[in-house]
Each structure stands twice: as structure tokens, then as C-alpha cells.
């Protein structure tokens, strides 16, 4: 390296990667048995500090939330209605006569048989949630330092040797994903695996999923799975399914981390209508506006005044 380009050198910036195809996450609460083997897979593979190991009263959710030591979380969510049946000792569940499940020869199975078929007076629903990686982020606007970036897979990624602490992104984030650690005062989140895909390999968290529930791949073949996912499930009488983030709205950009949702999307922790702090600026914008061209008029009223003699 000769003079020049040595001093050249550190003001050089670098070749930015090759972009390649959108990656992304389609989560199917539908499959999700909250076995939680993404959670653990996710804290294996990116070395996070354990966490959450206490009694919350809330279930079997033991994490509660998103943070920085806490990039996949299974929410458990509890519908029941109440069950009416006679709990004591020795009593038999209680089948209507006019549901048709079991003829009088069949009246002595035994009572495991009996609950397993017998009409449900609930449902459980649980979702594996993760970083959404917004096309549009805004954490990624709000970031001073230029820390949050979109990668070549065009996903949201910190790089946290340039973060600076500075919390921007914790407040922009609509969807509260992402925190501060109490160890390094960063800001931390998924990564989508980075490091996984750079080597051709799926997220750690999707590879752990037993039963698909998280599946990985580019965004537009998870798009297309998605709404034959829904298609299938509404022909099997499933009406209440349907995708959250999949597409636009006129609020919101599409996400790269998608979901199948049965229920509204409060009940599973999410915005039920998500959209961009950065527009909540407008009238600020417009009011700062007004007040420099009435400064700037001010100041050429005067020197038109000065120069007049008035």
C-alpha cells in the first residue's frame, strides 16, 4: 500500500454485499404445540443468557415477552369457557344423548376414551413470536448511528459494535421487540441467524420446530404457502384464520416475519393496527416549517427596511 492509499484508506467506505433474495419467516399458529424447543434452539445457537426462569402466574409462559435476552417467545393464550362436567371421584363425563358419539353398546369405554371424544368447551392458542423485520423499520430510521441496518437478505439486523445505547429504537418499534441489555446497554434482537443463512443454513429456531409451525424461506414462496394455508383451513371450516402482515396496508409496510392468526391480533400481544411513528411527526414537521419561512420573511422585512431607512 503505498502513501496515498494509505491515507485514503479509513475514509473509504466498502463494497456494500450482493443483495439477495428477501428471506423471511411465516409462523402457522395453527401447527404451534408450545413445546418451546425454539426458544431454546434460538438461546443455543446465539450463546443468550437463560432468563425468564421464574413463576409468572401467566400460564406456561415463563418469558412473558420479547427482550434482549429473548428473541423468540411462545405466547400461550387460554379460551375456556369453564368446564361443567362432575369432577368427583368415580363420576363418568357426561355426554349429550343427542351428540350421537357413543351407541348403548359402547357405554362402558373407559373414561380416558370418553373425554378424548367428547365436545371441547375451549381452546388453547399459541404463537412463537419473533422480530417482525419490517420492510420499512422504524428502529431502522430512528437509529442515530447508522447501528440498525437492513442486510443483503433484507433483513433488520443491529450491528451493536456501533450501537450506542441511545434507546431511538426501543421507542419507535410498534411492535416492542426490541430492548436494551442490562449487561452491555445495547440494543439486542433476532438476527434472522445471519450468521446460518451467510452458510446456506435455515435459523436455528425454524430448524428445532417439530411441526413447521415456524417455516423459513423467501418471502414471496411464504406468501404464496401462507394463503393456500388459509384457503385449506377455511375450506375445513377454520373461517376465523387469516394472515397478519403478510401484505401492505395504508398504515404499515409488509413484514418479513409473518403470522397465520385464529383471534384478534391483542390477544396474541400484537398492534391490532400498526403503523410508522415517524408519520405521528408530520404535524411537527409542518409546524417547524411555517416557522422558518416566517423567520426567513422576518429577517427580509428587516433588511428591506434597514436598506429603505424606514
Known sequence: MNLL??????????????????????????????CKACEVACKQWNQIPAGGL????????????????????????????????????????????????FP???????VLEQLLREPKSGRWLMMSDVCKHCAQAPCQLACPTGAIISNEFH???????????CGYCVAACPFGVITRSSLDGHAHKCTLCFDRQRDGMEPACAKACPTDSIQFG???ELRERARKRVEELHTR???DAYLYGAD????????????????????????????????DLLPDYIRMT?????????????????????
Not at 63 to 84: C, K, Y
Not at 155 to 165: S, T
Not at 250 to 272: C, M, N, Q, T, V
Open 5 to 34: 492509499d494509505a491515507i485514503i484508506y479509513p475514509f473509504q467506505r466498502p463494497k456494500p454485499p450482493t443483495a439477495r433474495t428477501a428471506m423471511g419467516f411465516f409462523t402457522d399458529t395453527t401447527l404451534c404445540i408450545g
Open 54 to 101: 421464574q413463576w409468572t402466574g401467566k400460564s406456561y409462559d415463563n418469558t412473558l415477552t420479547l427482550s434482549a435476552i429473548t428473541w423468540r417467545h411462545v405466547n400461550f393464550i387460554e379460551q375456556f369457557a369453564g368446564d361443567q362436567r362432575d369432577t368427583s371421584v368415580g363420576a363418568k363425563p357426561a355426554v349429550p344423548a343427542s351428540a350421537g358419539y
Open 218 to 220: 423467501s418471502i414471496e
Open 248 to 279: 401492505a396496508t395504508s398504515e404499515y409496510p409488509p413484514l418479513h416475519a409473518f403470522f397465520l392468526l385464529l383471534d384478534r391480533p391483542s390477544l396474541y400481544g400484537l398492534p391490532e393496527r400498526p403503523h410508522l411513528p415517524q408519520l
Open 237 to 239: 371450516g377454520q373461517a
Open 104 to 110: 348403548a353398546e359402547d357405554t362402558d369405554r373407559s
Open 155 to 165: 433483513n433488520v439486523y443491529i450491528q451493536n459494535d456501533i450501537c450506542n445505547g
Open 290 to 310: 411555517l416557522g422558518m419561512i416566517l423567520t426567513i420573511a422576518a429577517v427580509v422585512v428587516t433588511l428591506v427596511s434597514q436598506s429603505h431607512g424606514f
